[in-house]
């Protein structure tokens, strides 16, 4: 099974910062890798889909980079809605797997 | 409008079967374009892909739950279900149904239910 370890688990920022979240892959995923973003009591959401493709509807201020094992999601300026959990997610190999989560809080 | 609905009892006693309908709207499950999954979500933790049917009836499960867990399909109600078998407490999560497209090879989720909550207690 793939192992996918998100860093930091929080991250404290204020609006208007930018927030980059890192995801590391136990082995190669080549670029088959999401983000989603969760807020409480929310389902997640797909972000980012195949390491740097927006999924429909994201604003721009998401964007993602990487491949092989390291991986990020960058969020160039904090909205007020941006202050949630955010998962990494591997399509490289069965089981799907995701990470542990990095929650975006407001500082 | 896509909607996904969980539905199934919120409370299990242990040793006993969950059990957890979806039921799809505004999409047909037969259309053979997306991948009706389970994923849960034990209460302040990680999301767990727990396993996926097509509309044929073929399925694949995570192996740490393989031998408890069985997905089912009925076309004709446009629904899908899950029971996992010989729940413990470590079972109590939230319980999401959702739907991974062919335009993501199948290996993301573009639709989730809203989620039910299943504590799994005597």
């Known amino acids: 099974e793939i192992v996918l370890t998100q860093s930091p688990v929080t991250l404290s920022l204020s609006p208007g910062e930018s927030a980059t979240l890192s995801c590391r892959a136990s082995?190669?995923?080549?670029?088959?890798l999401a983000w989603y973003q969760q807020r409480p009591g929310q389902a997640p959401r797909l972000l980012i889909y195949d390491a740097s493709n927006r999924a429909t509807g994201v604003p721009a201020r998401f964007s993602g980079s990487g491949s092989g094992t390291d991986f990020t999601l960058t969020i160039s300026s904090l909205e007020p809605e941006d202050f949630a959990v955010y998962y990494c997610q591997q399509r490289s190999d069965w089981p799907r797997t995701f990470g542990q989560g990095t929650k975006v809080e407001v500082k | 409008q896509v909607q996904l609905q969980e539905s199934g009892p919120g409370l299990v006693k242990p040793s006993e079967t969950l059990s957890l309908t979806c039921t799809v709207s505004g999409v047909s499950i037969s259309g053979g374009s997306y991948y009706w999954t389970w994923i849960r979500q034990p209460p302040g933790k990680g999301l767990e892909w727990m396993g996926y049917?097509?509309?044929?009836?073929?399925?694949n499960y995570n192996p740490s739950l393989k031998s408890r867990v069985t997905i089912s399909v009925d076309t004709s109600k446009n629904q899908f279900s899950l029971k996992l078998r010989s729940v413990t407490t470590a079972d109590t999560a939230v319980y999401y149904c959702?739907?991974?497209?062919?335009?993501?090879?199948?290996?993301?989720?573009?639709?989730w239910g809203q989620g039910t909550l299943v504590t799994v207690s005597s």
């Open positions: 049917i097509y509309y044929s009836g073929n399925t």
């Open positions: 082995q190669s995923v080549s670029s088959y």
């Open positions: 959702a739907r991974a497209p062919i335009l993501y090879s199948y290996g993301y989720i573009d639709y």
